[in-house]
């Protein structure tokens, strides 16, 4: 294990023991006199602080460790054709045609990148790119099942239960049973783009790594869109996220709408009961895989809440790869769920895995455009997603009460 990795996860560790002594100190004050000192009160919030950047430099530093991984693996195509293609699309990035290339070779992967839907396709080491940052940043690409297709809609069937069946003697009658009832869940993807700009003297400096630059510039802004649309898109020209389907409390739930479980002040999640019934909510066929998804907010909340027994319901995961847990299950992060607030739903939990689906149609597409803001050069990027829940049941949120 890299020593800088070790060393904050042993500080993480300290960091929580002195956590649970501190707060509960602050806790028993509050029982006995009906109030903290404000000194312990802020001496606890600076530990909670201290934890939660312990956290993200942990996840932070596993994610580069993986990124660089990646890197030494190699794979895919062989190297001297991975550089050729680079060497083409870096070409025609900075000059948009062929022409005066006199490699063969590189002509030759300068013409398969053409698309005939105008443009060019990024090649493999640059897409890798724009899909490793996404990996590492979205929380439902990292949880949910994602799909590549080569067409613009995925479809796929769910059966819902309902054949049965019954007991007969040897010779008895045999009574036709009920069929399942199927539903065929569709995913269209969706268009979205990034346009960044370079003057012209920046393509021409031989230094810039075009791939690169290119790679950078679109994947942070390919990464938040996305991430918003996973969560709260309304699935008319972005995929449609879990927030914007229509919630029930869960004792009325029917396929197509996501069941929810009523409990939290509104400005404060204070009931662990709640929790544990939106955990059970979940049948247990789910729970093998499934885990917690909420904002930092929400999580800053949960790590000072306590079960009947007096146990913290949150762990910080203190070895390489462990994911923090709650009531015993992984914790992940996405500032793109409701902070928690009257009428909000800030947690979900489910097995992503199951419940959601993003499709990426292949490949991701440039057009070089010269013209229309000289003396910038213009690159049109485009990549095609959908996603949507497939496994209703799969997944549970809570709702916090309006008052």
């Known amino acids: 294990m890299d020593l800088e990795l070790k060393g904050t996860i042993e500080k993480l560790g300290s960091a929580f023991e002195q956590f649970k002594a501190e707060n509960d100190a602050r806790i028993k004050e509050i029982e006995a006199k009906g109030g903290a000192d404000p000194l312990l009160t802020e001496k606890v919030d600076k530990i909670n602080a201290e934890i939660s950047k312990l956290t993200e ?5 596993e994610t580069l460790e993986t990124v660089v991984g990646r890197r030494g693996l190699g794979g895919g195509m062989a190297a001297d054709s991975k550089e050729t293609k ?15 290339i006199k490699d063969i070779d590189v002509q030759a992967s300068a013409s398969t990148l053409s698309d005939p839907d105008g443009g060019f396709l990024v090649p493999e080491e640059v897409e890798a790119q724009i899909d490793r940052v996404a990996q590492s940043v979205s929380a439902m690409r990292r949880i949910s099942t994602v799909r590549s297709i080569s067409t613009d809609t995925y479809k796929k069937l769910v059966s819902q239960g309902g054949a049965t069946s019954g007991w007969t003697a040897e010779k008895g009658t045999r009574s036709e049973t009920t069929t399942p009832t199927l539903a065929e869940i569709a995913i269209n993807t969706k268009e979205i783009y990034a346009m960044p700009y370079a003057t012209q003297t920046l393509l021409d400096d031989s230094r810039v790594d075009i791939g690169a630059w290119l790679a950078d510039e679109v994947s942070v802004e390919f990464n938040e869109q996305e991430s918003r649309s996973f969560i709260s898109g309304d699935g008319v020209g972005q995929p449609k996220g879990i927030a914007a389907y229509t919630m029930v409390a869960n004792a009325s739930y029917v396929w197509g709408k996501v069941g929810y479980i009523a ?6 999640l204070n009931s662990v009961d709640a929790l544990i019934d939106l955990q059970h909510a979940l049948k247990s066929v789910y729970r093998n895989g499934a885990v917690w998804l909420m904002a930092d907010s929400t999580v800053n909340a949960v790590r000072k809440l306590k079960d009947g027994d007096g146990n913290y319901i949150w762990r910080p995961g203190l070895t390489e790869g462990a994911p923090d847990t709650m009531l015993g299950k992984p914790i992940e992060i996405d500032d793109n769920v409701d902070a928690i607030g009257g009428n909000k739903y800030p947690v979900f939990f489910g097995n992503f895995k199951r419940a959601y689906l993003i499709v990426d149609r292949l490949g991701v597409r440039v057009l070089r455009d010269p013209y229309t803001a000289k003396p910038y050069v213009a690159f049109y990027t ?14 549970k949120a809570l709702k916090i009460a309006t008052s």
């Open 57 to 61: 430099m942990k996840n932070q530093l």
């Open 382 to 395: 485009t990549k095609r997603v959908g996603g949507g829940i497939v496994m209703y049941e799969a997944i």
């Open 263 to 268: 409990g939290g002040h509104a400005t404060l």
């Open 86 to 100: 680079i060497k083409a699309f870096n070409h025609l990035m900075r000059r948009g045609d062929i022409n005066g």
